[in-house]
């Protein structure tokens, strides 16, 4: 029940979202959210769109409390009973997820995109009525400041946080982009029907998603497996096994796909370090010509400098010829800031 309350409702109130889902969200800023770090980090993950909202909401609520007139008067349970009870329902909101048996077990996953949003609502209504309180109150100058210099503050890292989760959702959509632009290329109809593409970057968490998506919008019989198949000698050697990875690159990103050539026999015991290719298919929504990736291959790590990309039907395309590539080792050597 705590978790439920903790990440459908206390999520919801301005600027929690930051340290809730700091762990969720390390990956999609820009820099370490660090002391030493803090000044860069902010400039590179609030942008001039987020400072100017900071700062107009700090200069509106500043203006209003001094300039405001006092509202009418009303009795003293009254002016606190509206935030209170605004802030209860806001808690209380979500609660009867926690007697059902689905999002308990995903609370995680599913915060704050649910119920998070009504528990917003009372939030704000219950800031609205806090405000009011201060209003009648005929608070200075130097209270208004630092309640204007605290929404700066809870503005800054609701903004960020919400641009974490922007690129979360951009991140997560990509493999769809991904997979519409590789049905696209003739590479596809270069793989006969019947192959495997192992794709556990891909995994979406239902049997047989993409199998099924290739089907319907290709008509392409391709199995499309999180783990390596029990039969993998026989398709190695059939030349029917493959492996598809996304590279991601921030704001967009790669498909990589390569057919499996032979198994690494060294004794390694990661399950993607036993397949090496000799050749991988780029497939983005853009030229990367001249960045480049990282991959480990049969001599060790290496650093591969991208080709020009070229646009064909539908989709940016290059191939990449390096012998003995491990199959899911390949990443952007950087990933750059929007």
């Known amino acids: 029940m705590w978790d439920v309350v903790r990440f459908f409702a206390l999520a919801a109130l301005p600027a929690v979202n930051f ?6 969200l390390t990956d999609y800023w820009v820099g370490q959210a660090r002391l030493a770090e803090l000044i860069p980090f902010v400039r590179a993950n609030l942008g001039l769109a987020g400072l100017l909202k ?49 999002y308990p077990a995903l609370v995680r996953d599913w915060a704050p995109y649910f119920t998070g949003y009504l528990s917003f609502l009372c939030f704000t209504v219950a800031a609205w009525g806090a405000l009011r309180v201060v209003a009648r109150s005929r608070a200075g100058s ?34 769809w982009r991904l997979m ?10 270069a793989i006969p029907d019947g192959a495997v593409i192992v794709a556990p970057a891909l ?19 391709i199995e499309f497996p999180r783990n390596i198949p029990d039969r993998l000698a026989r398709l190695s050697a059939t030349g029917r096994l493959y492996w598809a990875d996304t590279l991601p690159n921030r704001e967009d990103g790669l498909l990589a796909i390569s057919r499996v050539e032979r198994e690494q026999t060294d004794g390694t015991d990661g399950i993607s ?32 400098v991208l080709p020009r990309f070229q646009f064909d039907s539908g989709a940016w395309e ?16 950087t990933l750059p800031g929007p």
């Open 19 to 24: 340290f809730v889902r700091f762990d969720h």
């Open 54 to 102: 900071c700062l107009l909401g700090a200069a509106a609520i500043y203006l209003f409390g001094r300039r405001h007139p006092k509202p009418p008067g009303t009795s003293r349970t009254c002016d606190f009973a509206i935030p209170g009870l605004a802030f209860l329902l806001g808690i209380l909101a979500p609660l009867p997820l926690a007697f059902t048996p689905k």
């Open 142 to 175: 130097w209270t208004w400041g630092g309640i204007a210099a605290a929404l700066c503050v809870i503005a800054a890292l609701n903004s960020i946080a919400g641009e974490g989760v922007m690129r979360q959702q951009a991140r997560h959509g990509l493999r």
């Open 180 to 189: 519409r632009a590789f049905l696209q290329t003739r590479y596809l109809h």
């Open 203 to 221: 995994w979406e968490g239902i049997e047989q998603y993409w199998s099924r998506y290739v089907a319907a919008h290709a008509g392409r019989h």
């Open 273 to 304: 370090e036993r397949l090496l290719s000799d050749r991988t298919l780029l497939i983005g929504t853009r030229d990367y010509a001249h960045e480049s990736l990282s991959v480990t291959t049969g001599g060790g790590p290496r650093q591969i």
């Open 318 to 333: 290059a191939e990449i010829d390096e012998p003995h590539m491990v199959a899911g080792t390949m990443r952007f050597r």
